[in-house]
């Protein structure tokens, strides 16, 4: 199983920038779907940004414009720089990834508060 390491979270101020980043294991990272989720209070996990082997990416609607997800393989990890944020934004953010054999690990995840 992928071992998944998220750090860069925090309180920031609406309009203000944070980087997350996720720190995997193993040795086939660049062949890893990587993911990060947010979980809202009291809303379901949602997917905000995915990056696929080759470098394609999705975003959701949502946060169109203002994240960016970008992988190092040398470094194996994973980010999420996100600008323009909005209170709407605070959540869980969690690292997932999923492996050529369709094994998905999960981090354990890092609180972005975006407030005043």
């Known amino acids: 199983q992928v071992q998944l390491v998220e750090s860069g979270g925090g309180l920031v101020q609406p309009g203000g920038s944070l980087r997350l980043s996720c720190a995997a294991s193993?040795?086939?990272?660049?062949?890893?779907?990587m993911g990060w989720y947010r979980q809202a209070p009291e809303k379901q996990r949602e997917l905000v940004a995915a990056?696929?082997?080759?470098?394609?990416?999705d975003y959701a609607d949502s946060v169109k414009g203002r994240f960016t997800i970008f992988r190092d393989s040398a470094k194996n990890t994973v980010y999420l720089q996100m600008n323009s944020l909005k209170p709407e934004d605070t959540g869980v953010y969690s690292c997932?990834?999923?492996?050529?054999?369709?094994?998905?690990?999960w981090g354990q995840g890092t609180q972005v508060t975006v407030s005043s």
């Open positions: 997932n990834a999923v492996t050529p054999s369709l094994r998905a690990s």
């Open positions: 193993g040795s086939e990272f660049s062949r890893y779907v």
């Open positions: 990056i696929y082997v080759g470098g394609k990416t």
